[in-house]
């Protein structure tokens, strides 16, 4: 059974910080890219950081640059997004997932490009 599962959101003040975790099971992790989207109500989904299969390649939207960071542990399975510096307008419910392709760095940066989703986990950030 394929699981994306994220894990780590919650309520936290505008400026705290929090730690998203994304652990891939019944699934190849190793040689896929990952990313981390992100829907607000009524929103689209849209792009919030991605990472190559081996770590080295990394990318973020501009909206997140400089305050989230994210990083893979392959031999767990797990892509993680740090979040720093916290804003109201943060606040989505976060999704991380595969990108359909292996070993494949993306021009693009849509959702369609990426095949496996996990649930989501929300994170509220207060003014």
């Known amino acids: 059974q394929v699981r994306l599962v994220e894990s780590g959101g919650g309520l936290v003040q505008a400026g705290g910080s929090l730690n998203l975790s994304c652990t891939a099971s019944?699934?190849?992790?190793?040689?896929?890219?990952m990313a981390w989207f992100r829907q607000a109500p009524g929103m689209e989904r849209d792009f919030v950081a991605r990472?190559?299969?081996?770590?080295?390649?990394?990318q973020y939207a501009d909206s997140v640059k400089g305050r989230f960071t994210i990083s893979r542990d392959n031999a767990k399975n797990t892509v993680y997004l740090q979040m720093t510096s916290l804003k109201p307008e943060d606040t989505a419910v976060y999704y991380c997932?595969?990108?359909?392709?292996?070993?494949?760095?993306?021009?693009?940066?849509?959702?369609?490009?990426?095949?496996?989703w996990g649930q989501g986990t929300q994170v509220t950030v207060s003014s």
């Open positions: 997932a595969r990108d359909k392709r292996s070993s494949l760095w993306r021009t693009s940066l849509q959702a369609s490009d990426y095949d496996y």
């Open positions: 019944g699934l190849t992790f190793t040689t896929y890219s």
């Open positions: 990472i190559s299969a081996s770590g080295l390649n990394i």
